[in-house]
């Protein structure tokens, strides 16, 4: 079983920049990539990032791109969300994500964090 914290999230004013970190434990071997997901009230989860552990292949969201980063770190099991020109829309409760690679990027991750909330006000 793995278990994902999740931490970073808060208030931040549009145009800022915010950092998200997940940190996994447990068996992690069984877990290929991770990512993080978003939900804002009334609507549903959506697809933000996600990086493999393997060669370290990185997928955006569309809606992300050129603003958020993801990246890694092997040693720690543990992923980061740089999240720069922040929009009023991105605010949501932010959830890491685990498992494999094609089950993460579907939506459909074995794991899941108990999320975080980023605010960005305008």
């Known amino acids: 079983q793995v278990q994902l914290v999740e931490s970073g999230g808060g208030l931040v004013q549009a145009g800022g920049s915010l950092r998200l970190s997940c940190a996994a434990s447990?068996?992690?071997?069984?877990?290929?990539?991770m990512g993080w997901f978003r939900q804002a009230p009334g609507k549903e989860r959506q697809f933000v990032a996600s990086i493999t552990w393997g060669v370290g292949t990185i997928y955006l969201a569309d809606s992300v791109k050129g603003r958020f980063t993801i990246s890694r770190d092997n040693a720690k099991n543990t992923v980061y969300l740089q999240m720069n020109s922040l929009k009023p829309e991105d605010t949501a409760v932010y959830y890491c994500a685990a498992g494999p690679t094609i089950a993460v990027n579907r939506g459909r991750p074995d794991y899941w964090g108990q999320g975080t909330q980023v605010t960005v006000s305008s």
């Open positions: 447990g068996r992690t071997f069984s877990t290929y990539a």
